[in-house]
C-alpha cells in the first residue's frame, strides 16, 4: 500500500462490486437510447473507463475538463471550462460521470450548461456523494456510495494532483498535507 495512505476507505473489490451495482441500473435505465456518457476530468477518469466496460449496451463517450476559479479559500462557484466536449449534446440523453460530488457547484454548472445546449434528458452518475459539503441544491441519480466529510484521494481523487492512480480509496496520514 501507499505509505502516505492512513486507512483504505474502499478496496479495489468494494469499488468494482461499486460498479457493477451502477452499470447494471445504467443498462436497464437506458436499453435502446445510445446515452452519450460525460467524463468529468481529472478525477472521474478511472470511474468512468471501469464503469462503462461494465455496460454491454451502446452508449458513446466524450471528457469535458473543467476548474473552479476564483479565490481559493472562498470559492467563486464560477466554473471554467478547460476543454469542452467534441459532441454536440443536442438531443442526446446524456449521463454525467463523476467521482464525488461536494459543494455541487461543478455539477450544477455542467447540468445548466447541458439543459442550455438542449440535452433530451440529463443524469448524473458519481461514485461518492459527500452530502455534508453540499451548497448548492443538486442531487446524483445513480450514488456509489455516501462518504463523509473526510479528504478521499486514490482511484482518481487527487492531493496535488498525486494519488490519482491508486486502486482503491483512501485517507491521507495528517503529516501529509503538513509537508
Ligand atoms: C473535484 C471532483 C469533482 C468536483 C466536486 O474536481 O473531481 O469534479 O471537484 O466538487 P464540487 O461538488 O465542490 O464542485 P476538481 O475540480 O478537484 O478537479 P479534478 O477532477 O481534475 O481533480
Ligand atoms: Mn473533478
Ligand atoms: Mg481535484
Known amino acids: 500500500m501507499n505509505p502516505d495512505i492512513l486507512k483504505v476507505l474502499y478496496s479495489r473489490e468494494d469499488i468494482q462490486a461499486i460498479n457493477a451495482r451502477l452499470a447494471a ?14 467524463c468529468i476530468l481529472k478525477g472521474a477518469i ?19 475538463d473543467v476548474s473552479s476559479y476564483g479565490d481559493a479559500t472562498i470559492s ?42 438542449q440535452a433530451n434528458s440529463i443524469k448524473v452518475c458519481t461514485l461518492m456523494d459527500k452530502p455534508e ?6 442531487s446524483a441519480d445513480y450514488v456509489g456510495t455516501k462518504v463523509p466529510n473526510e479528504f478521499v484521494v486514490g482511484y482518481g481523487l487527487d492531493y496535488a494532483e498525486r494519488y490519482r492512480n491508486l486502486p ?5 496520514k495528517p503529516e501529509v498535507y503538513a509537508k
Open 25 to 38: 441500473q445504467i443498462k436497464a435505465d437506458y436499453a435502446g437510447k445510445n446515452p452519450l456518457v460525460v
Open 46 to 64: 478511472l470511474f468512468m473507463t471501469d464503469l462503462v466496460r461494465e455496460i454491454d449496451d451502446y452508449l458513446e463517450i466524450d471528457f469535458m
Open 76 to 117: 467563486s462557484g464560477e466554473v471554467k471550462i478547460i476543454k469542452d466536449l467534441d459532441t454536440s449534446v443536442r438531443g442526446r440523453d446524456v449521463l454525467i460521470v463523476e467521482d464525488i460530488v461536494d459543494t455541487g457547484r461543478t455539477l450544477r454548472y455542467l447540468m445548466d450548461m447541458f439543459q442550455t445546449r
Open 133 to 138: 459539503g453540499r451548497v448548492v441544491d443538486v
Open 168 to 172: 482503491y480509496i483512501g485517507v491521507l
